[in-house]
């Protein structure tokens, strides 16, 4: 079977899938952009299971690349998949870590039962990833993962990040 590519313009946190994809930084107890507004609607119920993955599992933070879900707490979903994405280096070749943020939350999203997932845009925010380049990794790590899920929806916040994904994916 193969996994159904969606793009969406709009808000992550009112879409009702399986699981939503959070665009976390390491320590897993919120942030800013997208991290911020999962833990905020939410409730405290996300956060609750972040500190104790922290207390147990990952007392040094979630890794770049890993994925981990807690629960959704009062999101239209079941479950929330936390991702680090890794902060975009000109001298660097991070892209690895990049595809692994969608491949292992897809690899998640397979053990907890969803069909269907919600990403955001993984680093293009703080991280500074340029959008055209992260779009065509999510695509093709999504494209390429050995997954169940049946629907992957990118979730593009403005015009222009729908506009780059729509390119990447259909141009």
Request: proline letters at 5%; a negative charge; one cysteine or more.
């Amino acid at each position: 079977m193969r996994v159904r590519i969606n793009l969406v313009q709009g808000d992550i946190t009112e879409q009702r899938v399986d699981a939503i994809v959070n665009a976390a930084n390491s320590s897993l107890l919120g942030g800013g952009g997208v991290d911020g507004a999962i833990h905020r609607k939410g409730g405290p119920e996300i956060l609750a299971e972040c500190r104790k993955l922290r207390a147990s599992t990952y007392p040094q933070g979630l890794p770049t690349g890993q994925a981990v879900a807690t629960t959704a707490g009062l999101l239209p979903a079941r479950w929330v998949i936390h991702t680090v994405g890794p902060v975009h280096s000109p001298d660097e070749d991070r892209s690895h870590l990049l595809a692994a943020c969608y491949t292992n939350a897809l690899a998640v999203a397979d053990e907890l039962g969803a069909a269907s997932v919600a990403f955001p845009a993984v680093s293009t925010g703080i991280f500074c990833w340029p959008m055209a380049d992260a779009a065509e990794i999510a695509l093709t790590a999504v494209r390429q993962a050995a997954t169940r899920v049946a629907e992957v929806r990118f979730v593009l916040f403005d015009a222009r990040a729908y506009a780059v994904f729509d390119s990447a994916l259909n141009g």
